[in-house]
């Protein structure tokens, strides 16, 4: 199974089970960007305890690896659990939605888009920026976070809503790298 059936399938799941989600990441940014090889699809889902059952049996084994202890522990922690597809070792990161300011305004943003022949929500550019820089500064500086962060910023450029990425790289105390994706993409 290819990766972009892995991610259709896991989102007709999430939407037999009434799971929101939004598509974030290094795919997200490479469908806004500057296209790179990933191994993992990253989603954030608005879910509770009570369809980890449907998602595990939506994900059996032996083509796939689901914990469903690890995915009830996370989400008790507003984590992250993950699902494995066993043939082509491709992954999804599931992040549980947090209550965090920033991750509920790009949750409220996201968009539907088409994608591998279905309509995918994805994260308003802005917010894969700002998410990228996030992670870069989680991750002292991540060159490919932040160069993911310049492709979108390239290939968007003109429609994005620069007042929205000033006000969250203030917020979150990334100014610093918003400039410098800013003046990288101007290069």
Known sequence: MSQS????EAVAALRAADVGYVLTGSLAS???GEPRATHDIDLVIEVDMSA???LARAFSAPRYFFDQIAARDALSQRGMFQLLDTASGDKIDFWALTDSEFDRSRFSRRLEVPVFGSRLWVTAPEDTIIQKLKWAADFGGSERQIGDAVG???VQAGV???????????KLGLSGLLLQVRARAAD
């Open 5 to 8: 059936d892995l991610l259709v």
């Open 160 to 170: 994005l809503d620069e007042a929205y990425l000033d006000e969250w790289a203030d």
């Open 52 to 54: 980890v059952d449907g």
């Open 152 to 154: 979108v910023y390239q």
């Open 30 to 32: 490479s469908l806004q």
